[in-house]
């Protein structure tokens, strides 16, 4: 559960949810996090992609040099597809008794519940920011909504749909 972090947490990010909060610009939701993770295979991505997400967090972003191998996610890379940044960031949780990897990715959820890490990505976040008291529910509301005009989030229509409409109904109990 990501509503508590704890200094015994270890939190590592992929690319996904670093990119999509930027581009929603929300990466302050993530600032009650002691610091974060970011695997060098990550780091480069984002850097790529979308280099601001880098500077304007002010959340501890601490680029990290990751084991050249896993024999346990070496073996999931070719089953799950894996990328270099999904396999480092699945390298630098499984180290870590207590992690939370932060992911948009569908094979990496996949290959994180293997390894029983917790995972979670940018719209759980963006929920999290309800109960945290970080944002209120209609401006989750109209976040979750701009998602497929103003990210590169891909998520399914209908997905999307059910999560605002159950966000609506049970957002008094948040």
């Known amino acids: 559960m990501i509503d508590q972090p704890t200094a015994s947490v270890v939190v590592v990010a992929d690319a996904g949810p670093l990119i999509h909060l930027d ?8 600032n009650d996090f ?9 780091w480069r991505e984002v ?6 997400a880098l500077q304007t967090s ?12 896993s024999p346990t996610i070496d073996a999931l890379t070719p089953l799950y597809s894996l990328h270099s940044g999904e396999r480092e960031a699945l390298i630098l949780c499984s180290a870590a008794p207590l992690s939370i990897l932060f992911t948009d990715d569908t094979a990496a959820r996949l290959a994180a ?16 920011a309800i109960r945290r008291r970080l944002r209120t529910k209609t401006e989750i509301l109209e976040l979750l909504s701009s998602i497929p005009r103003c990210t590169t989030l891909h998520v ?4 999307l749909a059910e999560v605002i409409r159950d ?8």
């Not at 850097?47 to 601001?52: I, T, V």
């Not at 002010?58 to 191998?69: G, H, M, Y």
């Not at 966000?167 to 948040?174: G, H, M, P, T, Y």
Request: proline residues 8%; charged residues 20%; glycine residues 4%.
């Open 23 to 30: 581009e929603l610009d929300c990466l302050d939701l993530l």
């Open 34 to 42: 002691k610091q974060i993770m970011v695997p060098d295979a990550v």
């Open 47 to 52: 850097q790529l992609h979308r280099p601001a």
């Open 58 to 69: 002010k959340a501890i972003l601490l680029r990290s040099i990751v084991p050249n191998s």
């Open 113 to 128: 519940k293997t390894l029983a890490i917790p995972a979670h990505g940018t719209i759980g976040i963006l929920i999290r």
């Open 156 to 159: 399914r229509p209908a997905f």
């Open 167 to 174: 966000l609506e109904q049970k957002a008094k109990n948040l």
